[in-house]
């Protein structure tokens, strides 16, 4: 009877998702009526199953610097790579399986355009399942164009000197615009050159996930929190003196708790709902001491079923794209579990 029970529930559950904010490459939002089981499921997938696209085979002709092959090599493979869907520019595969499809978020998937090295039938690389990348940088050549006063300072290569063979597929040279307008760097840095010094490469970038290598994650932070319950004792605190409120609202640091109305200054609240849980004993102790009936004047618990997450993309994936890709690719993983279990059974039967 208590097995009946614990599955109807389970079937009763109907997730819920609603977005809190949304930039160019930072998104929040709330799931709720779920587990935390179910979360870290999603924060998982996030990171280490969103297909996305790295450099994975560099090859040097000439190499003069003071850095390593090696070391410029894997500063080359944790350069963001994007893939730019252009409508009826961008050709598009027409060979995608259903079950590529379902882990598709849009035409705007990398998926849609590239296909994995293993699974392509080339002899070795080809437009469909890789991009290449040149980079040729001669200091006596680049320092003419330079002011005099820099002419006798090394010359930083950056991502910007990058040159794709595929007009969709670029490097990210900056996450955002925000950074972009503010940064005073013109890309990611790979390499200084000083006089005399060249470097000349060609880079395969194919397409990859999270849990292969760190460089074709996609996210640079996937966290999540369960919500806090919040509730005051709002006529307690508005009966104690300012200097008394002022003292509850010192107790955490500056951000976490402030005024509702700041001239008015009689009511508290959370301002911090990600790090209140982690004060609330310091706030009931010291609210309990200040209540002349002894009692805590705030309460404050973790849920079970609602959680905050917390998404930043590195650039090469539009940040909802990471959310939902990771959502596509939980459904197809139950999909096929579902098929197994049924499979199994049938044999059973």
């Known amino acids: 009877m208590s097995c009946y029970s614990v599955a109807a529930d389970q079937r009763a559950r109907r997730p819920e998702v609603e977005v809190l904010s949304l930039e160019e490459n930072q998104m929040s939002f709330e799931v709720k009526k779920t587990d935390a089981s179910m979360a870290n499921a999603l924060r998982r997938v996030i990171i280490a199953e969103v297909v996305t696209m790295a450099i994975d085979l560099v090859t040097f002709e000439e190499n003069t610097s003071c850095i390593d092959d090696e070391i410029i090599a894997h500063r080359l493979g944790l350069i963001p790579i994007k893939y730019a869907f252009k409508p009826g520019k961008t050709k598009l595969r027409e060979d995608v399986s259903n079950d590529e499809a379902a882990a598709m978020s849009s035409e705007?998937?990398?998926?849609?355009?590239?296909?994995?090295?293993?699974?392509?039938?080339?002899?070795?690389?080809?437009?469909?399942?890789?991009?290449?990348?040149?980079?040729?940088?001669?200091?006596?050549?680049?320092?003419?164009?330079?002011?005099?006063?820099?002419?006798?300072?090394?010359?930083?290569?950056?991502?910007?000197?990058?040159?794709?063979?595929?007009?969709?597929?670029?490097?990210?040279h900056f996450v955002s615009e925000r950074e972009r307008n503010t940064s005073s760097e013109p890309g990611i840095a790979i390499v200084k050159l000083a006089k005399g010094q060249e470097i000349k490469l060609s880079c395969i970038a194919k397409l990859g996930c999270g849990k292969e290598h760190a460089k074709w994650t996609p996210v640079s932070k996937c966290v999540f929190r369960p919500k806090p319950t919040i509730s005051w004792d709002d006529n307690a605190v508005r009966a104690l003196p300012p200097n008394l409120r002022n003292i509850i609202v010192d107790v955490c640091p500056a951000g976490v708790l402030g005024y509702e109305d700041e001239r008015d200054r009689t009511s508290i609240v959370v301002k911090n709902e990600a790090a209140i849980l982690d004060f609330t004993k310091d706030i009931q102790d010291l609210t309990k001491q200040l209540s002349p009936q002894n009692k805590p004047m705030f309460h404050a618990s973790a849920s079970t079923t609602d959680f905050v997450f917390e998404v930043e993309s590195l650039g090469g994936v539009p940040v909802d794209d990471c959310v939902l890709c990771g959502l596509n690719e939980i459904k197809r993983k139950l999909t096929n579990l579902q098929v197994a279990v049924a499979e199994v059974a049938a044999e059973q039967a």
Do not use: M
């Open 108 to 172: 705007r998937d990398i998926q849609r355009r590239f296909r994995f090295t293993r699974d392509c039938d080339c002899d070795g690389y080809c437009d469909w399942c890789a991009c290449t990348f040149k980079l040729h940088v001669k200091y006596d050549e680049v320092i003419k164009n330079v002011p005099e006063h820099e002419k006798n300072q090394p010359y930083t290569v950056t991502s910007i000197n990058l040159e794709s063979d595929d007009p969709d597929v670029f490097p990210v």
